[in-house]
């Protein structure tokens, strides 16, 4: 008889309930990951998971495979992470990590994401990063009603470590700005020092700008006539 009074069956897990109540109550892992898979952060993470499968050459996986993959709750936390950190080019991302073998359950680590902005240093010549560095001062003059030799007396930290991580401003230019040295020493707390430390690593970059002296001394010379 008990059977027979069981009418309210979880299309997801297949729990069954003779109350309605309950039934209307209940919320299964599946059901909540279905629900999240909505929202623009689960349909983000959707689509990150299928250009990671893409990318090891396997067919795209439906919404359901989604759902049930053992690395559902890595890629919804990327998603966020993409979001706030707002990686530049996703697609070159996925390809990296697929190429390093690293795995969805770290890309969120600041470890993996200094690979990924090293490599797009290597990937991308000093003049043009610097370009892209003065046309985004000029931005944030425009934005503060300022010139662009004083930037970094208006600007927020948390902007300026944001734009930095998206490299629209470069440790190439920012290395040689004086302006930019008394803004970390004044304007940013110890834990956005930590912060900037790790995003340009300084031993890194004493090297790296060993090796391009050239394209250094047009940098400094740009620095200078911006007043940086």
Not at 62 to 69: D, G, I, K, N, P
């Amino acid at each position: 008889m008990n059977d027979l009074k069981q009418r309210y069956i979880c299309r997801f897990c297949e729990k069954s309930f003779i109350r309605e109540d309950r039934y209307i109550a209940h919320q299964c892992k599946q059901m909540r990951r279905d629900d999240e898979v909505r929202t623009p952060t689960g349909q983000a993470a959707f689509v990150f998971y299928q250009d990671w499968m893409k990318s090891h050459r396997r067919t795209a996986p439906s919404v359901e495979a989604f759902l049930t993959s053992r690395y559902y709750n890595s890629f919804m936390k990327f998603a966020k992470y993409v979001l706030d950190v707002q990686i530049p080019d996703i697609e070159l991302f996925i390809w990296l990590m697929r190429e390093k073998d690293i795995p969805p359950t770290i890309w969120t680590n600041d470890t993996v994401y200094t690979l990924y902005i090293e490599f797009l240093d290597r990937k991308s010549t000093p003049i043009h990063q610097t370009n892209i560095t003065i046309n985004t001062l000029f931005e944030l003059a425009d934005i503060y009603k300022t010139d662009v030799g004083s930037v970094f007396k208006v600007a927020h930290p948390i902007e300026v470590i944001g734009l930095l991580r998206k490299r629209k401003l470069s440790p190439w230019v920012l290395l040689h700005s004086l302006e930019f040295k008394n803004f970390y020493k004044d304007r940013t707390t110890p834990e956005q020092k930590i912060i900037l430390d790790n995003i340009i690593r300084r031993e890194y970059w004493a090297e790296k700008l060993k090796m391009h002296p050239n394209e250094i001394s047009k940098i400094k010379e740009m620095v200078r006539e911006l007043s940086l």
